[in-house]
């Protein structure tokens, strides 16, 4: 608009020179002034559309960063995705692991407790014979001192055994963390019976067998429930 002003200014002197001319001058003046204001308008046309092709430029590259900014985003989340996956691969697999760890910690502990169990019931068992061949005498038939003096021998030897594996086992079964409360239980009580048998032993061999024989009847299914004990849990079988 400013440029406009400053162009009739310079004219305003032509306007006046040809004032009382004819017409077709001041015409040809007026187009002049048209073709002017024409040209004016064109260059700032033209410099808006070179605006806007900058301005579209601008956004066709910013189009083209936001396009290429989104590629990487979801390479990087397709990558965070695959590290997941292999993270969730990872933790089962320890988790496995550390099953079969657990599962082979249990076995090992369950056949160490249910040896020293099983040398415990030898031992009894053993006592048992000894005992009843000393009573075994045929009729009319008396013992010198020397053989009476050997069976009592082998009688205390047999105790001794006996009163040496009461403490492994009862030692076993109540640090054991893998046998469950019924197996502590019935085996813990079958020791301590043993160890209150021992205890009350009476030197006399009838009378401690019978003693001998009301334990086993008490636990007569023993055997039983050793064989079902080594039998590995049924979470187990197949694994």
């Known amino acids: 608009m400013e440029h406009l002003k400053l162009l009739l200014e310079h004219l305003k002197p032509l306007f006046n020179s040809f004032s009382g001319h004819e017409p077709e001058w001041i015409a040809a003046i007026a187009l002049l002034i048209q073709a002017a204001i024409l040209w004016k308008h064109a260059s700032t046309l033209e410099a808006h559309t070179e605006i806007a092709r900058t301005q579209s430029e601008t956004a066709k590259l910013i189009g083209q960063a936001l396009e290429k900014q989104g590629k990487v985003l979801e390479e990087q ?9 292999v993270l969730d691969e ?3 697999i ?29 031992k009894v068992v053993q006592l048992n014979q000894v005992l009843a061949l000393s009573l075994r005498v045929p009729p009319g038939l008396t013992l010198d001192p020397f053989d009476q003096q050997y ?3 082998r009688q205390a030897a047999a105790w001794i ?6 403490i492994p086992c009862q030692r076993a079964l109540i640090t054991s963390i893998h046998l469950s409360a019924e197996e502590k239980n019935y085996f813990l009580g079958y020791a301590q019976a043993v160890d209150t048998l021992e205890i ?8 401690d067998l019978q003693a001998l024989k009301k334990l086993d009847g008490k ?11 080594a039998q590995p849990p049924a979470n187990d079988l197949g694994k």
């Open 77 to 85: 989340t397709k990558l965070m995705s695959d590290q997941g996956k």
């Open 90 to 92: 990872q933790t089962k």
């Open 94 to 122: 320890m988790a496995q692991q550390f099953s079969f760890q657990r599962r082979i910690e249990a076995h090992a502990e369950r056949a160490r407790v249910f040896e020293v169990v099983l040398d415990l019931r030898t």
């Open 151 to 153: 069976k009592e021998k």
């Open 161 to 166: 055994r006996v009163s040496e594996a009461i």
């Open 200 to 207: 009350g032993r009476t030197k006399n061999a009838e009378t």
């Open 219 to 229: 636990y007569e299914d023993f055997a039983k429930r050793m064989i079902d004990a």
